[in-house]
């Protein structure tokens, strides 16, 4: 079975720094292009990143560009998102899901990421 | 950026209806459209994928059709758990945008 395990959220201030994991099992992780996806409080969906198989092709939203870094392990099938010079307006659950050539087929559970003072 | 939109953003039905939700793309995406369904407090799931392709284990009541910049979601006997939220999502272009969602909750 999939599993994706997000784990490093909490409150934050603002400027502030938080790294995120997403524990993967169940595939072969290193198969796989992986994503971010982040959903506000009350609001839709939002795309923040793409990650390739080897981890050398990223991209990004540019809302999160030049603030937030993405990374994967493949030898632990774990990916990471750091997010850095963070802001009010990033809070919000983050979630990481497996990329099957156009679309997300398995989703973690998520984890919260409050910015604020 | 593609923009994705869908309506009705809510609506209203009773179990055995049969429902449809549309989402539109700003642009031409061929058939890159998948649709996602979210329960409060839940991860979201696929539910179709490239317009119309059903994901495994899910219920052939749900149906998507549709191409270029107009797609539509069919539930056609509308049963308890499928009160939900329902988001589409293009696929032809990064970055890969989610409509705003429509809520979809008991008459």
């Known amino acids: 079975e999939v599993q994706l395990v997000e784990s490093g959220g909490g409150l934050v201030k603002p400027g502030g720094s938080l790294r995120l994991s997403c524990a993967a099992s169940?595939?072969?992780?290193?198969?796989?292009?992986m994503n971010w996806v982040r959903q506000a409080p009350g609001k839709g969906l939002e795309w923040v990143s793409s990650?390739?198989?080897?981890?050398?092709?990223?991209e990004s939203a540019d809302s999160v560009k030049g603030r937030f870094t993405f990374s994967r392990d493949n030898a632990k099938s774990s990916l990471y998102l750091q997010l850095n010079s963070l802001r009010a307006e990033d809070t919000a659950i983050y979630y990481c899901?497996?990329?099957?050539?156009?679309?997300?087929?398995?989703w973690g559970q998520g984890t919260l990421v409050t910015v604020s003072s | 950026d593609i923009q994705m939109t869908q309506s009705p953003s809510s609506l209203s039905a009773s179990v055995g209806d049969r429902v449809t939700i549309t989402c539109r793309a700003s642009?031409?995406?061929?058939?890159?459209l998948n649709w996602y369904q979210q329960k409060p407090g839940k991860a979201p799931k696929l539910l179709i994928y490239?317009?119309?392709t059903l994901q495994s284990g899910v219920p052939s009541r749900f149906s998507g059709s549709g191409s270029g910049t107009d797609f539509t979601l069919t539930i056609g006997s509308l049963q308890p758990e499928d009160f939900a939220t329902y988001s589409c999502?293009?696929?032809?272009?990064?970055?890969?945008?989610f409509g705003p969602g429509t809520k979809v909750d008991i008459k």
């Open positions: 899901a497996r990329y099957q050539e156009g679309y997300l087929d398995s």
């Open positions: 169940g595939f072969t992780f290193s198969s796989y292009s």
């Open positions: 990650i390739s198989r080897s981890g050398n092709y990223i």
């Open positions: 642009q031409s995406i061929s058939r890159y």
């Open positions: 490239d317009a119309s």
């Open positions: 999502q293009q696929s032809y272009s990064i970055p890969f945008t």
